[in-house]
DNA sequence: ATTCTTGCAAACCCTTTGCAAGCTA
DNA sequence: TAGCTTGCAAAGGGTTTGCAAGAAT
């Protein structure tokens, strides 16, 4: 069930949770996946990425108010980011312009210390 | 040809740029239209921006380096808007977290003046 | 004639959903 | 039995691509 997403700490397409589960020996088909997510992110129990290639990837959330990520693009490792000032400024930003309902999406991606280290040996191979 | 983009002031999915070409009489294939939006982005000639719902919007860069957007969620009308001072403070998290290669995306969603209008109107004649 | 561009339709991928079967209360 | 959960397979929606026809050089 929903128990075995408590373990990741880390960003997940739901397909890869789905392998996951499978790897793990739980009969969970993919559709149920698809909706035991799907539920979780309603009720705000997930956070909600977008990847580039527009496939929604998910995560425990710890936090319960606004917070943004820190993380890593290769390996889907998340550090969770308060930014109070990035708030103020956003709030700011669309005030100057007349904007209301405001939302703000603020994600920092890239290469954790690990990947970093991986990445610059594949290089050093090539 | 791509020369109907160079109007867009704002975000819009490949599917509706198409849409509108075609209103305008001119005869390109939706196939056609995903090639040219991917090769415009490809030559960072685009904005590129994925709705909640996994679909990417494209918008006519002016294309002066890196900055956001303030984005009207409703009817796609874009400001760009600069933030040196996110910037940095991205740039300190990740440096604190021993990320490397970085990226971020930072845009703030909102409903413009008019649209704020529009929704009011629509809220009070419920 | 060679090369690039276009359209069409099929293929892909992620995601959602209808429906019948299995559980649970 | 009434109601919720699950699996399967089909359908959906955005996006990509193979291939043949047409335009450009």
């Known amino acids: ?17 789905h392998r996951i589960l499978q790897e793990r020996g739980a009969s969970v088909s993919l ?10 992110a309603d009720d705000g129990l997930l956070d909600v990425l977008r990847a580039d290639d527009g496939e929604a990837r998910y995560r425990r959330c ?8 820190l993380v890593c693009r290769r390996c889907g490792k998340a550090v969770e980011i308060e930014a109070p000032t990035v708030e103020a400024w956003a709030s700011r930003i669309a ?31 090539e």
């Open 1 to 17: 069930m929903s128990d075995a997403l408590d373990e990741l700490a880390d960003f997940v397409s739901t397909q890869e949770l």
């Open 31 to 40: 559709a149920t996946t698809y909706r035991i997510v799907q539920s979780m």
């Open 62 to 69: 710890e936090a319960h108010g606004h917070h943004h990520h």
């Open 95 to 125: 005030a100057e312009n007349g904007y209301t309902a405001l939302e703000h999406t603020v994600e920092i991606f890239g290469l954790c210390p690990e990947c970093s280290a991986a990445v610059a040996a594949e290089h050093s191979e």
